[in-house]
């Protein structure tokens, strides 16, 4: 019995320890003008797409995707999103000096459903440092369409 319960605490404590020695000795990466390294990435998109699944409503979408709203939507990413999202000429400079880098949509786009992607604009703005400017998009939707 004691042998079992030494072994339990030694086995409690080993992955704690080597983390702190890690980190300790600076093994740990701490660069941000890099990218993530892909468990990180995986891990953290992981987390949020199982996020997202549990909190977002499932809406279903009032805007059809006719020539005019399209165009709309063009224009409102145009003025509030490319600027780190990139356009469809370039990627951006901006948006590569993020860590993680912001996924540039016109090589990349989203590929959530559409009820996702939107309670992930409205929603997680703040998560990602109030950058996604989701209170101006939701004030801008009866405007677009
Ligand atoms: C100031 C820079 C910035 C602006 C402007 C911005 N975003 Fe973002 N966006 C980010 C960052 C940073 C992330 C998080 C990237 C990550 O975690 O991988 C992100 C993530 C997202 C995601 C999630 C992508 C995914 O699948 O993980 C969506 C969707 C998104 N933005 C949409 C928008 C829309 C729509 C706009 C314009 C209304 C916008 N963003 C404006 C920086 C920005």
């Not at 740990?28 to 992981?46: H, I, K, V, Y």
Request: with cysteine.
């Amino acid at each position: 019995m004691r042998r079992f319960v030494l072994g339990f605490v030694v086995g409690m404590l080993a992955l704690p320890v080597a983390a702190f020695i890690t980190a300790w000795q600076g093994y740990l990466p701490a660069l941000a003008n890099t990218d993530p390294p892909g468990w990180e990435r995986a891990f953290s998109q992981m987390a949020l797409n199982a996020y997202v699944v549990r909190h977002a409503p499932h809406l279903s979408n009032p805007m059809q995707p006719t020539d005019e709203n399209l165009l709309a939507g063009l224009n409102v990413f145009r003025d509030a999103c490319a600027g780190c999202h990139g356009d469809p000429n370039s990627r951006n400079d901006y948006g590569a000096s993020f860590y993680p880098h912001v996924p540039q949509f016109t090589f990349n786009p989203p590929r959530l459903p559409d009820w996702q992607t939107f309670w992930i604009v409205k929603n997680l703005g703040e998560v990602f440092g109030d950058v996604c400017l989701g209170r101006t998009v939701a004030s801008r939707q009866g405007s677009v369409g």
